[in-house]
């Protein structure tokens, strides 16, 4: 790391305000593994109630409810039919509560329990009403405790893991730094497990392929992430203008020392151009429901003019859709280069595709925009 990257990484740190801390299963269960360390939970909510005193407003994404409620119901942690785990995580959820606020009370702070799903995050109204609400908690001083809601989750709906989820709400809560406090102690250059020569990577300027590859497709013991899905969340953090630090979470101090600028974990910079908000969560957080093909001359326009999608650069269509949905763009090579919300239902474009602007009034008796797919609704990949 040059000077000016320790720098940057140092000042990144000590400024972050908003700040998400993920703590995965492995480092709540300790070396137990199936029952809460509780003095990895009160160590790690010293450190939080830390940055709550010098101002910052945290929120703490925690794994753990399937965990304990296996442990609770004297079933196997892995391998369950799905409303077994349904079962074990609303059992579980109780007690990672109950000890979250045990241990925050300790320091006169009160918590707030956050259950999220897929489903929620992916309706823009719900979307806002979640981040009001975490909002309004951080008013009272109250930090929201935050895991996906896995009773009601299923296979379709699910974030997946919980390094997604901490990603999704480093978006929801317009945070500027995603602390994962996992049971490794960042990315190394090959599985430390496996091999000795294994380096410790301490900074990542961009997540790229070559990133992708070095984490591989590595495992925890107990959570469902891996090293992969946590450079998809930095990743992810970083388009929002985040940074994001893996940590060992067990050990003494790895997050205080981190914001003090200490030299721990694995430091994922910002994206220099990052994105607002609402194109964030287009781009990340919905599932496309089908396409738009357009012609070569909307393509250019799109990528180069900063130009809306008009009905006449449209070509053909693809899928059933809503008004409202996601839906991706392709050239007329087939090739994805954007995402957006589509003004008009899939029947909709099928009638006034390759047709003016004027015209659409004319072929479905009313119109609502001009433009198929506005500018400010639309992502261009990169
Ligand atoms: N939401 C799950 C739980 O609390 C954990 C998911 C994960 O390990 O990433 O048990």
Redesign the pocket.
């Known amino acids: 790391m040059t000077s000016d990257q320790k720098e940057r990484r140092r000042r990144l740190l000590t400024d972050a305000r908003r700040i998400v801390v993920k703590v995965?299963?492995g480092v709540l269960t300790g070396e137990k593994y199936e029952d809460l360390d509780e003095n990895v939970v009160s160590r790690i909510v010293g450190h939080v109630a830390g940055l709550t005193e010098s101002g910052c407003k945290v929120a703490v994404v925690?794994?753990?409810?399937?965990?304990l409620g296996t442990k609770a119901l004297g079933i196997p942690r892995r391998g369950l039919p799905i409303p077994v785990q349904q079962a074990a995580?609303a059992v579980?959820?109780g007690r990672?509560i109950s000890l979250w606020a045990k241990c925050f009370e300790i320091h006169g702070l009160k918590v707030g329990q956050v259950l999220l799903t897929h489903d929620d995050m992916a309706n823009r109204r719900r979307f806002l009403n979640s981040r009001n609400t975490i909002n309004s908690l951080f008013d009272f001083g109250a930090i929201p405790i935050i895991?996906?809601n896995?009773t009601v989750a299923v296979h379709e709906i699910k974030f997946g893991?919980?390094?997604t989820?901490s990603a999704r709400v480093t978006n929801l809560m317009e945070a500027d730094l995603l602390a994962i406090l996992s049971d490794v102690d960042g990315l190394y250059s090959a599985d430390p497990r496996l091999d000795k020569e294994a380096t410790k990577i301490e900074f990542v300027e961009e997540v790229d392929e070559g990133i992708f590859a070095v984490a591989g497709d590595s495992s925890s013991r107990?959570?469902?992430?891996g090293m992969a899905s946590k450079v998809r969340a930095a990743k992810e953090a970083s388009r929002f203008g985040a940074s994001t630090i893996i940590l060992p979470g067990a050990r003494e101090n790895s997050l205080k020392d981190a914001m003090e600028g200490g030299d721990i974990g694995t430091f994922f910079f910002p994206h220099d151009d990052p994105m607002n908000s609402k194109k964030h969560w287009i781009e990340f957080t919905l599932k496309p429901r089908g396409a738009l093909v357009v012609d070569g001359g909307a393509r250019q326009a799109l990528l180069t003019m900063g130009k809306s999608l008009l009905a006449s650069g449209v070509a053909s269509v693809e899928g059933d859709f809503e008004s409202g949905e996601a839906v991706e763009v392709k050239g007329p090579d087939g090739a994805v280069f954007g995402k957006g919300l589509v003004n008009y239902h899939s029947h909709e474009m099928e009638k006034i595709k390759g047709c003016r602007s004027s015209e659409i009034e004319n072929i479905l008796g009313y119109k609502f925009y001009d433009e198929v797919m506005h500018r400010d609704d639309m992502v261009l990949l990169k």
Do not use: I, M, R
């Not at 107990?222 to 992430?225: A, V």
């Open positions: 995965g299963s925690s794994s753990g409810s399937v965990s995580a579980g959820q990672l895991n996906e896995d893991d919980n390094d989820l107990t959570g469902l992430g």
